[in-house]
Structures are given as structure tokens and as C-alpha cells.
């Protein structure tokens, strides 16, 4: 089947804009978690979805930042009023549950001028 | 905090060898330690899970080990290939949900 894609790959913003990143997780997968990467780092944990709520939401690091999961499947994150220190690889992950293995997308390179 | 290190940090060998990649973390609570290949500009490719109750898991060429007590980790990749070049990272999960990386292994096979 299908692996967890996100859209779009590459994204360049102006400084103060509003951005939007897709996630599309892996079918029957309740689990939907959000890290960010930033260049010669390991990923680092934004937010975690169970089903449609976010049950841990402590890695995003302002109010700035913000994701949904209306349906349970799909997710947005959305940057509002976006800096240059936004500018990462943002990667997507979904697992059967809580404890399981996760399979991460290929992530979406957001820069931000 | 979990602090997860990886050693070390870039790591060159001749096709063949065999090679090991050692991963540490501060809290030994963990659920399970999983660890990835990331090639350049890509996302991240699941090699193996460790639950914390388990000591080894094997896929291939690859052997991961997991000593909880000691917060250590190691993978074992048997007869490098060239096609074995990536980043290799460890992370270890506390909470069921959030994997804490360390900053990863290069790897360069030639």
C-alpha cells in the first residue's frame, strides 16, 4: 500500500506570511505525529494525533504554530506569520498506535526568505 | 529530559567490512528504540524496533542490539555495501509516542 506522503515537497514564503503543510498518513493508521528538522539535527517532535485530537501538542514551540486532523486521516500544520527561523524540513509520521513503530514521509522543505 | 548521542558522528569504510554504530540515552524508562536511514535530502526509512523488553532484533544484514540498564543501543551492519551510505539515526520513544533522535551517523561506503 501506500506510504505517508506530504505536500508539497518544497515550499519558499516571505517572511510574515501564512503557510499550510499537508499530511497524508498511512490508511488505518490512528497515530499522526509532526517533527521538525533542521539541518544536521535528528527530527525533533512537534505534536502527536490519536484519532482526530491532539493529545500532545507540548513540542510546537510557539502559538504561532498550529495543526488539525479533522477527519482522523489527513493533517494540516499551518504557520502563521512565518520567520526565517521557521525554515526546516517539516516530516510526518503515522503509526497503528500508540508504541508503534513509526514510518515517516519524505517532508516538506519549507524556506522561509 | 531523554538525551540520545550518537558516536560517531561520521563514519567512512571499505565495501565489506563489517561495522557498528553505537547510540546512548540518559533515561532507561523507554518503550522501545527504533532506528532509521535517512539518504540525502530524503525522509526517514524504519530499519528496525526494539520494545524495551526485547535485547535484539535482526533484518537482513543488519543486527540492532538494546542494553536498557546501561542506556545503550547498538547496530551492527554485516558486509557494508556501498548502497549502505546514509545518515543513521537513533531514536528512543518514553512516552509511547514521541521519538527523541539523537543527530545521527554518516555513514560512507566506498
Known amino acids: 500500500g501506500a506510504g505517508v506522503s506530504q505536500t508539497p515537497s518544497n515550499k519558499v514564503t516571505e517572511k510574515g506570511k501564512y503557510v499550510e503543510l499537508r499530511c497524508d498518513p498511512i490508511?488505518?493508521?490512528?497515530?499522526l505525529y509532526w517533527y521538525r528538522q533542521s539541518l544536521g539535527q535528528g527530527p525533533e517532535f512537534l505534536i502527536y494525533?490519536?484519532?482526530?485530537?491532539?493529545a500532545d501538542d507540548s513540542g510546537l514551540p510557539n502559538d504561532r504554530f498550529f495543526a488539525v486532523r479533522p477527519e482522523g486521516s489527513v493533517s494540516t500544520l499551518k504557520i502563521q506569520r512565518t520567520e526565517r527561523g521557521d525554515s526546516a524540513v517539516y516530516l510526518c509520521?503515522?503509526?497503528w498506535g500508540q508504541g508503534w513503530e513509526q514510518y515517516f514521509g519524505p517532508g516538506t522543505r519549507l524556506t522561509v526568505t | 529530559k531523554q538525551e540520545v548521542t550518537q558516536i560517531p558522528a561520521a563514519l567512512s569504510v571499505p565495501e565489506g567490512e563489517n561495522l557498528v554504530l553505537n547510540c546512548s540515552f540518559t533515561?532507561?524508562?523507554?518503550?522501545?528504540l527504533q532506528w532509521f536511514r535517512q539518504d540525502p535530502g530524503k525522509g526517514l526509512t524504519s530499519l528496525l524496533l526494539?520494545?524495551?523488553?526485547?535485547r535484539e532484533q535482526t533484518s537482513g544484514r543488519l543486527n540492532a542490539s538494546l542494553d536498557k540498564s546501561s542506556g545503550r543501543s547498538t547496530l551492527y551492519i554485516a558486509a557494508s555495501q556501498p548502497g549502505d551510505s546514509a545518515t543513521y539515526l537513533c531514536?528512543?520513544?518514553?512516552?509511547?509516542?514521541?521519538?527523541?533522535f539523537g543527530k545521527g551517523t554518516s555513514l560512507l561506503v566506498t
Open positions: 509520521a503515522s503509526s
Open positions: 533515561d532507561s524508562a523507554i518503550y522501545n
Open positions: 526494539i520494545q524495551s523488553s526485547q
Open positions: 531514536a528512543v520513544q518514553n512516552s509511547g509516542y514521541a521519538l527523541n
Open positions: 490508511s488505518g493508521h490512528t497515530a
Open positions: 494525533f490519536q484519532g482526530t485530537g491532539a
